[in-house]
């Protein structure tokens, strides 16, 4: 029985994007599962078919849909395999941040790329000794002229059990780094080393 929130357009719209898949995916997902990576070819097709961050507002390349597509989306991921999970990661947990907390500019720079596939978000959010128990973190930074120093437990060499990746692989080109900052209430975009250098990380909006 379908969901009572989904509506015609959702169903038509299910439609299309299983179709995509099972051209674009299933055929695939074997060979990326054992190379340990979705290629880059296949978030594009996803941006071009208007696959990746449908809620994005049209002024920024999006469709302005609602939360529902972005189920549909999900839910019909995973049906081809729980490896696709970085997509819903990009969708619905790190391209919002961009768009809540971002400035018009960082909006206008970034979140048509999120939208494209042109640009794969990740989230950072461990340190040593962690894991994903973000009430335990103790990373945090501190303003130092115009850039951000990390506290030393962002820094420490990580334990073998500690190494843990943030999601997403891939090349991911911008991550939100989650940490406390004393006396600072923002939040860092940063920006992957090998295409950008770290001080030119962005900084989201000041309350």
Known sequence: MAARYLREEHHIF???FRK?????????YDEWERRGIIPRSFWAKMGENGFLC??????????????????????????????????????????????????EEQKQKWLP????????TAIAM???????????ISTTAIKDGRRTRLS????????????????????????????????QRTDHLLLDQRLWPTERALAARKP
């Open 126 to 136: 461990t340190e040593p000794g962690a894991g994903s128990d973000l009430a335990n």
């Open 54 to 103: 449908p809620w994005v507002d049209e002024a920024y390349g999006g469709l302005n849909a609602d939360f529902a597509y972005s189920v549909v989306i999900n839910e019909e991921l995973e049906k081809v395999g729980s490896s696709l999970v970085g997509i819903g990661l990009h969708n619905d947990i790190v391209t919002p941040y961009i768009a809540s907390y971002g400035t």
């Open 152 to 183: 030393p437990a962002a820094r420490r060499p990580r334990r073998r059990s500690d190494r843990k990746l943030p999601a997403r692989g891939d090349g991911a080109a911008w991550a939100r780094l989650r940490r406390r900052a004393p006396r």
């Open 14 to 16: 299910r439609d299309a």
């Open 113 to 120: 790329k999120c939208v494209s596939g042109e640009l794969i």
């Open 20 to 28: 995509f898949l099972e051209k674009e995916a299933y055929p695939y």
